[in-house]
């Protein structure tokens, strides 16, 4: 896969999902609005004053987090191959997502290991890849939609499953998926999943994908585990 390639459809993933990181920290400056403004407004006990002062800064912590995840995802690094705790991958993930999925009225259910587990490969590429098999799980579904995501060790194995509720595909449509260009949407490019494989392949990931028309889509990918300290 042409490294050229990943870094274009990586910036297409963050102009589309510009507007719903845009409208999520609308929220907090407007919660925060309002709390100065009750602040300044006279009367108010001290105790009071002290509960407006901690939202308003869980508010602003809250919106500097989602802008620092999403810079996070823009930026362009040199290919680096670490060992990744996809514990935190998957907790990043549903997070990132999590502005996407509100502004698409759809819930996202995440359920982590207990135990830490790794996973050898490039941290930013393998963001791109799951974020994009994520936020198209997300445009399958309508407003009573939930993704889930859920992370498990399965013998030497690491298993993240991504699943939704929505519009499924027929065994066609799942052959060609993958394949450059296919896409049903208005605006598709059909390069999204395209570079998602090869990402997870480059990494000696499998993807096994299981859908149905009107029911739903299930992306187990699973990765060798990683030795810790190598
Ligand atoms: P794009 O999102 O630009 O269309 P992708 O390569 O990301 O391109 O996806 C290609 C096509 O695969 C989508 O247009 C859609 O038809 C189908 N697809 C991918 N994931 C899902 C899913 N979870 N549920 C239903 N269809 C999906
Ligand atoms: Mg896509």
Do not use: W
């Amino acid at each position: 896969m042409q490294e050229e390639m990943i870094r274009s459809e990586r910036m297409k993933l963050v102009s589309e999902m510009a507007a719903s990181v845009a409208h999520e920290i609308r929220n907090p400056l407007t919660t925060v609005r309002g709390f100065i403004q009750l602040l300044g407004a006279g009367g108010t006990s001290a105790e009071r004053k002290r509960y407006y002062e901690k939202i308003c800064l869980e508010e602003l912590d809250r919106a500097q987090h989602i802008i620092t995840d999403y810079l996070s995802l823009a930026k362009t690094e040199a290919e680096s191959i670490e060992m990744i705790n996809i514990n935190q991958e998957t907790d990043y993930l549903a997070n990132i997502l999590l502005t996407y999925a509100n502004y698409n009225n759809v819930k996202i259910e995440v359920r982590t290991a207990e135990e830490p587990l790794f996973i050898v490969g490039d941290k930013h590429k393998l963001r791109q890849a799951l974020i994009n098999i994520g936020k198209n799980a997300i445009e399958a579904m309508s407003s009573d939609g939930v993704l889930s995501i859920d992370l498990q060790k399965r013998g030497q194995t690491v298993v993240l499953k991504i699943s939704d509720n929505g519009v499924g595909m027929t065994p066609e449509q799942l052959n060609r998926l993958g394949s450059p260009y296919f896409s049903t949407k208005d605006k598709g490019t059909g390069l999204g999943t395209m570079v998602s494989f090869s990402i997870i392949k480059k990494m000696d990931g499998k993807i096994d994908i299981r859908s149905q028309v009107g029911k739903g889509t299930i992306f187990e990918i699973s990765f060798p585990e990683g030795n810790q300290g190598v």
